[in-house]
């Protein structure tokens, strides 16, 4: 019997949230796997948690996850049209002078992290990946990626037909201004651009090689 898309994730998601390969699952309240349309045409592959989404399991829905909500809502897209998982499924964080700050995903964090997200892939089948940020970027599309020379480009991949990496929302937070502004902008010509992508790669034939 033919298991679908969503039971498919609904079974890899009770297996990652038991996931002890990293010393990450110490520390967190939740795995955040990912949440969206198992069918869907478009993913988009952020960071890894924060606080926010620590707290819930939930991905992007702190601070950054208000940006990334406003600018789908600018292409006229909702959290059902799209799947939304991260790099790293656990909050990577460190204590500084007794606070708790979000820190960069390790490169061992990373490959011990990544055959979930590669699990994704493979059943969601996505037309086009989205990458916010460097991390997401320098997994799905190449390990040298440079995000101001080569955000907003499109790749073909081994996991998508095509992938495309925008600024992470988080780093738009931290601008000022201007900056603030055009960050923004980028962000939603980048997601209205993976829009069109996946409008014209559904015209195009499917490469079979049988
Ligand atoms: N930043 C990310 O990269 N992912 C989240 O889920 C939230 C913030």
């Known amino acids: 019997m033919e298991v679908s898309a969503a039971e498919a994730l609904e079974q890899l998601r009770i297996e990652c949230e038991k996931c002890t390969r990293c010393a990450l699952a110490e520390t967190r309240r939740n795995v955040v796997f990912g949440e969206g349309n198992p069918e869907a045409p478009l993913m988009l592959v952020g960071e890894g948690p924060g606080e926010t989404e620590d707290a819930t399991g939930r991905p ?10 406003e600018a789908l809502a600018a292409c006229r897209i909702t959290r059902r ?8 499924k656990c909050r990577a964080c460190v ?10 995903p390790t490169a061992a964090e990373i490959e011990a992290c990544t055959p979930w997200l590669e699990r994704q892939i493979e059943i969601i089948q996505p037309l086009v990946i989205l990458c916010l940020g460097a991390p997401a970027a320098k997994f799905i599309i190449k390990k040298d990626f440079k995000m101001t020379q080569e955000r907003g480009k499109f790749f073909p991949t081994k996991y998508a037909r095509y992938a495309i990496a925008a600024l992470h929302p988080a780093y738009i937070l931290r601008q000022m201004g201007e900056n603030y502004d055009g960050g923004k902008s980028l ?3 980048d997601i209205e651009a993976a829009r069109r992508k996946v409008i014209e790669a559904k015209k195009e034939p499917k490469l079979t090689l049988f």
């Open 60 to 69: 992007f829905v702190g601070r950054a996850g208000a940006l990334l909500d």
């Open 81 to 88: 049209h799209v799947y939304i998982c991260n790099v790293l």
């Open 95 to 104: 204590i500084e002078n007794g606070r708790v700050r979000n820190r960069p």
């Open 187 to 189: 962000l939603i010509a």
